[in-house]
């Protein structure tokens, strides 16, 4: 943390302009909406204006009269007998026998024009049969409720469950029952948080090109080229290396671009279509009900906690439903709910519950936001109870190096004491509160993930660099990965270009996910950088006529090492690349792996709120995120993820949420109504960054992205609870409801 | 689609007169261009209005009112000086829609016209007593604004007619109005309650007052019992509470996604009071 008195590194640490900037702010940067091509068609789809219905029949025979109607697909498009979550992905991507969710695809259309194919879209006529449907998790989960799909449970569910379950899990240590019967204060409660959006700004688009001979190629706006390669491969049935993906710049993805949605549909027109490309754009309203929020959740908590402010025993009983799909992320919310602390007695429980609704998608800490929820508000509320200073509780139970986890594995070097001791520091805590204001503190962790990853290094001609890293830039990683990469040559920041490249370029990349982009890409990069360095070294001794091993690597140039080399003036990088062509040829450098040693992240956020007690509407008065970076690369941009996490927290807590009519259908599938926070309803949000470094990465790197989105739920309640003394379980916090909890109190 | 740039309002009653699918005036468009691009309503004929003369223009009527022309956007609205001084609750009601660039656009007229219970500048022409001059195929009338709207989306214009001009009486002495409305963000959002009170004072004892409510019912009303709360009081906490309960009792809301029947009930008396705490306070001169 004393970077400023001591900086061990010349460029990691530093704030240079980002790479991406001026493109960016000129408009020159092109999104997967600005690419097209020369013959291209555009696509547009039909989707089902019901919840839950049987599929009769289609009729595309109206639109293929319109004049520039090119091609229309329908299931019987895609080819049969797939299984598992292949299904899944082709089930989600076009409805088979039935719609399951209101947005749910059912027939695609490619027209010469936007207009055209919209129109065409119109024509297309499917005739439904209306089937019960279930929107609500508790309503889902009821043994009589409207089934989903018979035979998705997978052999985690004991027999006799209700038919919407479809994976259940059951896990923990310790005697939870003796541990409640130590306690002082014992407390168990209900919480509900409904599904929300990533919110990306960047509605989905791609444009896909797929010939008779089964070789395509696509652009497209995504989190992971690799994974669209993957997905619309299985669905359609191709070789995966015929498919080659370049995915765009990227407006957000937040871990909603981490799957598919319309891309086999842009390449299956094509394909009918004799090969022309074919476009797709989704609107905003195709955004929000057909592509992947998260999920939404129903939890019981009960702790057991005594008058020293130690937890005795913990259990966690959450529902989720995920869409009419597997995959609620309830196995996520239940690893990190109760993760920041040391727990002899801990119970998990976890049902994953099918309802009609769209399938969910990755959401920055997937489940983690939710369980946090539930946990940091009970304790706060218990630590109310037994007036226990909340920040004092926490840094009793936190975890530390060597402990178990509360979900199993132990933790590595993690920083969440320091973090806390870091917020139990900061100014914001001792400003005054006034009338109707009121502090709120939570926790919140993620594991970050490490992931298949390959990364390419090539020295130019002219001494500096290029890398070519799988992993698309959605929150700074070109930055970082430059920075690290010169660091490692000894070269400016200036002098690296990262590139984030096609499929036919590397080989297989995970997604920018799991807060993996500058641990895994960067780590492969500077492993990379460390072999062409070595190459380099071996060209110096070559031309000196002295061992590989008696050369060394300083301040981007090569030397001998030690006065035994002989004597030598150092030789530069662009000396060495300036003649690679005589000396052996291209120098470069690569690395391939799945990168050991990930190194998790705590954070802390404290909220000053004020709330009209007379319309029940809170304002966000002061923020703080503090978090473990382990070493920041780019202070600015891990900056940047923690306020970003909060924004995000903060429209889940208060106003976001996907609304259902009695029909089944959302009703808020605009920005207007569903209700991200806009830059006037925030405060600027303070951030401090601890930085207890990972040992498991060159430069010390955790991973930043997630953590800050989880415990801005609860730390909101909490604060409300402070201002006005109403305890909030149910999310959104709207005007609405906090203003019924204040009546209701009277 | 047939686009048409009708140079008088009598053209433009003709066109539209003559029309027999979906027709739509434009004014600045940021509704009907909206609703177009969504393909919610697609109209057959789009008659653009701002070719006509004068359509810009903000000028003193003969009787000390203004006459404002349909095209002049909030921007233009918000920086007319002596406009923004005498009704500062008209002005402020508009300039909360939409953000800047709709701001430059976005027009009373189209806002009163659009017929959303929700327009955020139609209670403070209420509040104003405001009317309208409507030109038709067979010549011209004046009508309240609060008689315009007639349903969600509806107005009571005929066929053919369309409105060639909003006024405004003129202002006198002692007197102030104001606008609030109820959003859960703090902008780019649709009022959820709205409420517009217009006041004139002798010393400090209300002698006229007009209260208007926007979202609380299928259009926008004026309530004449919320008036009568504060007319001859100093705006006590007596009459405020009066002033509530009269403007809850007027509420008439939906249960929808923007808000509960019982939210929009009590945050309309909630906001009456504010507005009428800040009309009051303009009357006495304050020019907050
Ligand atoms: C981003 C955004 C934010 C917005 N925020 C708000 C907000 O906060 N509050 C709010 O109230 N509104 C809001 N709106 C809606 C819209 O901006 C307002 O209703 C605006 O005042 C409409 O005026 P206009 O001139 O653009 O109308 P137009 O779109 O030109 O017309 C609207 C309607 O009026 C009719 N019309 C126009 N002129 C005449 C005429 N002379 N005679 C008869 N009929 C006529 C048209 O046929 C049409 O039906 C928002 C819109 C956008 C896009």
């Known amino acids: 943390m004393a970077k400023d008195e001591f900086r061990e590194f010349k460029l990691v640490g530093t704030r240079p302009d980002r790479p991406d900037g001026l493109d960016k702010v000129t408009g020159r940067a092109r999104y997967g909406a600005d690419i097209s091509a020369p013959g291209m068609l555009w696509g547009a789809v039909v989707r089902s204006p019901h919840a839950h219905a049987r599929i009769v029949s289609i009729d595309p025979s109206k639109a293929l009269a319109l004049d520039g109607v090119k091609a229309v697909v329908t299931r019987a498009d895609f080819p049969e007998g797939l299984t598992g979550e292949d299904w899944n992905l082709q089930e989600n991507t076009i409805a088979g026998e039935r719609a399951l969710y209101d947005g749910h695809a059912v027939a695609a259309v490619a027209a010469t024009s936007k207009l055209l194919a919209e129109e065409a879209a119109r024509l297309i006529a499917v005739e439904y049969e209306v089937l019960p449907h279930v929107i609500d998790v508790d309503d889902a989960i009821k043994p009589d409720a409207p089934v989903i799909r018979a035979g998705a449970a997978d052999a985690s569910v004991p027999e006799g469950m209700p038919p919407n379950v479809v994976r259940y899990m059951d896990f923990g240590r310790g005697d939870v029952e003796a541990g409640f019967a130590e306690a002082d204060l014992v407390m168990e409660r209900s919480y509900k948080t409904e599904a929300t959006h990533q919110g990306y700004i960047e509605p989905h688009a791609c444009l896909g090109q797929l010939g008779a001979d089964g070789k395509g190629e696509m652009w497209v706006c995504t989190q992971g080229q690799w994974y669209i390669r993957k997905m619309c491969t299985a669905v359609l049935g191709l070789d995966a290396s015929q498919l080659r993906v370049t995915p765009s710049e990227i407006g957000g993805g937040f871990g909603g671009k981490t799957t598919i949605f319309m891309e086999p549909l842009s390449l299956a027109l094509s394909r009918k279509a004799g090969g022309k490309p074919v476009k797709i754009v989704m609107s905003r309203s195709e955004v929000l009900r057909a592509t992947g929020p998260t999920a939404s959740a129903s939890m019981d908590v009960k702790i057991g906690l005594k008058k020293d402010g130690t937890i005795t025993a913990a259990r966690a009983e959450f529902r989720m439903q995920g869409g009419a799909f597997p995959g609620a992320p309830v196995d996520m919310a239940l690893y990190c709910c109760f993760a920041p602390y040391n727990l002899t007695n801990v119970a998990h429980v976890g049902y994953d519950v099918l309802a009609n609704r769209p399938k969910c998608a990755a959401y920055r800490a997937p489940g983690s936001p939710m369980g946090a929820f539930a946990v940091e508000s009970l304790l706060d509320e218990m630590c109310r109870a037994l007036k226990i200073d909340p920040l004092q509780m926490r840094l009793k139970n936190a975890v530390k190096e060597g402990d178990k986890s509360s979900y199993g594995p132990r933790f590595g070097s993690i920083g969440l004491i320091e973090t806390l001791e870091a917020t139990q520091a900061h100014p914001n805590l001792s400003i005054k509160l006034g009338p109707n204001q009121g502090r709120g503190i939570a926790a919140g962790y993620w594991f970050n993930h490490n992931g298949e990853t390959s990364v390419s290094l090539a020295i130019s001609e002219d001494g500096t660099a290029q890398v070519s890293v799988g992993t698309p830039d959605i929150g700074g990683s070109r930055a970082s990965i430059a920075l690290m990469t010169a660091e490692t040559l000894g070269i400016g920041y200036e002098d690296v270009r990262v590139n984030v490249v096609e499929t036919g370029a590397l080989g297989v990349n995970e997604p920018t996910h799991g807060s993996r982009a500058t641990f895994a890409s960067g780590k492969a990069a500077v492993i990379a950088a460390g072999h062409a360095i070595k190459e380099m070294c071996r060209r110096a001794a070559t031309e000196w006529g002295i061992e590989p091993e008696a050369v060394e690597w300083v301040n981007g140039a090569a030397q001998p090492a030690g006065p035994n080399a002989g004597k030598h003036p150092p030789m530069t990088i662009a000396e060495i690349a300036g003649k690679m062509g005589q000396t052996g040829g291209p120098i470069s450098g690569h690395h391939e792996s799945v990168p050991e040693g990930v190194g998790a992240s705590f954070g802390c956020h404290v909220v000053d709120v004020e709330v009209d007690p007379e319309t029940g509407r809170t304002t966000i008065l002061r923020y703080l995120v503090v978090q473990d970076a382990g070493r920041a690369i780019h202070p600015a941009y891990v900056e940047g993820q923690y306020q970003g996490g909060a924004a995000q927290g903060i429209g889940w807590a208060l106003n976001e949420a996907y609304i259902y009519d009695d029909k089944g259908r959302l009703a808020n599938p605009v920005f207007l109504d569903y209700r991200i926070p806009v830059a006037s309803d925030l405060p600027m949000i303070d951030t401090v960054i601890v930085e207890v470094p990972n040992p498991g990465h060159p430069y010390g790197v955790r991973g930043v992205g997630e953590t800050g989105i989880t415990p801005p739920l609860p730390a909101i309640a909490n604060a409300i609870e402070d201002a006005v003394g109403v305890r909030m379980a149910h999310l959104p916090m709207s005007p609405a409801t906090v203003l019924a909890a204040l009546k209701a109190r009277g | ?288």
């Not at chain 2, 309240?144 to 066929?159: E, F, M, N, Y």
């Open chain 2, 1 to 288: 689609m047939r686009y048409h740039t009708p140079s008088t309002f009598r053209d433009a009653a003709q066109i539209a007169a003559g029309a027999s699918g979906v027709t739509r005036f434009l004014a600045g468009g940021t509704d009907v261009l909206v609703q177009l691009r969504a393909g919610a309503v697609i109209p057959d004929d789009l008659i653009d209005l701002k070719k006509i003369a004068g359509v810009y223009d903000i000028a003193r009527t003969g009787d000390g009112g203004w006459r404002i022309g349909i095209a002049v956007p909030g921007i233009a609205l918000g920086a007319h000086e002596a406009l923004r001084a005498e009704w500062p609750g008209v002005v402020e009601g508009m300039e909360l829609v939409g953000s800047t660039q709709v701001q430059g656009r976005a027009t009373l007229t189209g806002n009163l016209c659009n017929g959303s219970p929700a327009a955020d500048s139609v209670p403070g022409l209420v509040a104003a007593g405001a009317s309208v001059e409507v030109t038709g195929p067979d010549g011209q009338r004046t009508v309240a604004v609060q008689d315009i709207p007639s349903g969600p989306g509806k107005t009571s214009l005929k066929p053919g007619e369309l409105i060639s001009a909003i006024l405004l009486p003129a202002r006198g002495d002692h007197a102030g109005d104001a606008y609030l409305r109820f959003i859960p963000r703090s902008e780019m959002d649709i009022a959820v309650v709205g409420c517009a009170v217009s006041l004139r004072l002798d010393g400090d004892t209300v002698t006229e007052a007009r209260v208007a409510l926007g979202a609380v019912a299928p259009v926008v009303k004026l309530v004449p019992a919320a008036a009568q709360a504060i007319v001859g009081t100093a705006l006590d906490d007596a009459a405020l509470d009066k002033l509530a309960a009269a403007a809850s009792a007027a509420c008439a809301p939906i249960d929808d996604k923007r808000g509960t029947i019982a939210f929009r009930t009590e945050v309309a008396g909630v906001l009456a009071k504010r507005a009428a705490k800040i009309a009051y306070s303009r009357a006495k001169g304050d020019r907050a």
